[in-house]
């Protein structure tokens, strides 16, 4: 367990870092190689939803959101 409160905000930072990471790469998967029988419409609301949880947790690292939001502007079908 952290011992402050500041060691409680980098446990938060290194949580939200993580969470990025795994939605950024789990979307780069899905663009790349959807799972079988997803729909256009399901590989849509699959990007939507995780911008929606990045959106979130904006501010915690900059770069990534960069890297997240080009990759975004990919969607499928637009």
């Given at each position: 367990m952290p011992k402050s409160t500041t060691d409680l905000g980098l446990v938060i930072?290194?949580?939200?870092?993580a969470a990025h990471k795994h939605k950024?790469?789990?979307?780069?998967?899905?663009?790349?190689?959807?799972?079988?029988g997803?729909?256009?419409?399901?590989?849509?609301?699959?990007f939507d939803w995780?911008?929606?949880?990045?959106?979130?947790?904006r501010g915690v690292n900059p770069q990534l959101e960069r890297v997240f939001d080009r990759l975004y502007r990919q969607r499928p079908g637009g």
């Open positions: 930072r290194a949580a939200h870092f950024d790469q789990r979307r780069k998967d899905a663009k790349a190689s959807p799972p079988a997803w729909s256009l419409a399901r590989r849509q609301q699959y995780a911008k929606a949880v990045v959106d979130q947790a």
